[in-house]
Each structure stands twice: as structure tokens, then as C-alpha cells.
């Protein structure tokens, strides 16, 4: 069974840093590309970052310098370090898995951004 659990969201003032981690268990996770994807209330699920099974890091014009994608595949958990989060940055962050044809979705974090 796979199993993506996403934690470390919670509230954070503008300005301020958090990371989330998605634990992945169930499939070969070094083998599969991972992103980061996100959905604020009333708004579509969008893309924020992606980190391939063996290529670049890549990121949502959004972001602009201030998150950044990690993997570690000695502990099957894919991150995002979020700094200098803004208001806009409050939604819901969901980590996915995908290999060819099959993907795979996490329960998602609440992330936010309120002083």
C-alpha cells in the first residue's frame, strides 16, 4: 500500500520559515520524480516545486528564490523549505509521487501565513 504523509505545516508569520516533509512508504522512492503541489480555499491545486528521480530542481515562478526542494532517498522523504513566506502562501500542501503513468498523492499540510 502507498502511503505519502505530509507534516510540518502549521501557522507562521509573514517573513518567517517553515519546512514540510513528505514521508513516502510502499513504493521504490528513489525512483520516482517528486512535487510539491498546493490549494488555497476557492483555488485550483497548482504546482510549486519538483525534484526528479535523478535531474533538476525545479520551481513555480511564484517562488521566486524563496522555497527549495529536497529529497533524501535514504529515508524515502521528500521537503520544502519555505522562507519568506507571504500571506498568499497560506493553502493547503500536498506532496505527489510519479513514475511513468502511476501517481500517487499525499493527505496534504495546512501551511498558514498570518501575523
Known amino acids: 500500500q502507498v502511503q505519502l504523509v505530509e507534516s510540518g505545516g502549521g501557522l507562521v508569520q509573514p517573513g518567517g520559515s517553515l519546512r514540510l516533509s513528505c514521508a513516502a512508504s510502499g513504493i521504490i522512492f528513489s525512483s520516482y520524480d517528486m512535487s510539491w503541489y498546493r490549494q488555497a480555499p476557492g483555488e485550483q491545486r497548482e504546482w510549486v516545486a519538483g525534484i526528479p528521480s535523478g535531474g533538476r530542481t525545479n520551481y513555480a515562478d511564484f517562488v521566486e528564490g524563496r522555497f527549495t526542494i529536497s529529497r533524501d532517498n535514504t529515508k524515502n522523504t521528500v521537503y520544502l523549505q519555505m522562507n519568506s513566506v507571504k500571506s498568499e502562501d497560506t493553502a493547503v500542501y500536498y506532496c505527489?509521487?510519479?513514475?511513468?503513468?502511476?501517481?500517487?498523492w499525499g493527505q496534504g499540510t495546512q501551511v498558514t501565513v498570518s501575523s
Open positions: 505527489r509521487a510519479r513514475l511513468g503513468l502511476r501517481g500517487y
